[in-house]
C-alpha cells in the first residue's frame, strides 16, 4: 500500500510548537507569578507580627521601635504597593497567555481533525484501489480458465458453417 502523506503536516507540526511554546511560557508566567504572590504574603506576615510583637511590648524601648516601625512603613507600603501591581499585572498576563494556549491548542486539534479524516479517506481509497486490482485478477483469471476450457472443444470440432477448406489452402 502506497505511503500516506499529507500536504499540511508541517503545518501541523509548526502549530505545535508553537502551543508547546506558549505553554512554557504559560508555566513561566505561572511560575513567576506564585513568586510574586509569595512574597507578598511573606511581606505582609513579617508587618502582621512585628505590629504584634510592638503592640505587646511593654519596655520602654516601646516607643523607639514604633517610630522605626513607623518611619519605614511607607517604604514598606510601597513595597507591598508594588507587588499587588506587579501581580495584578502578571495575572492579566496569564489570562491572555491562557487564551493563546487554547486558541493553539484548538487550532492544533481541528488540523490533527483534518488530518484524521485525510487519513481515513486515504486508506479507503486504498482499500477501494486494491479490491479493483482484486476483482481485476480474479475476472482475468476467470476468463483464461474459461478460455482454457472452450478453447480445446473449439480446436477438435471446427464450427459449424466454416469451411474448413481454409486450412488447406497453400
Known sequence: MKRFVWRLQRVLDIRTKEEQLKRMELFRLTETLAIRRSELLTRQRILRELMAAITQDSSPGRLASQEFFLR????????IRRLKEEIHNLEVRQKEKTAEVLAAKRCKEGLEKLRAEAKARFIEEQEKLE??????????????????????EAVSSPAQGVDPSWEHTP
Not at 481485476?136 to 482454457?148: E, G, K, M, Y
Open 131 to 152: 479490491q479493483k486490482e482484486m476483482d481485476d485478477r480474479t475476472t482475468i483469471s476467470f476468463a483464461r480458465r474459461q478460455s482454457d476450457v472452450l478453447l480445446p
Open 72 to 79: 519605614n512603613a511607607d517604604r514598606d507600603d510601597q513595597i
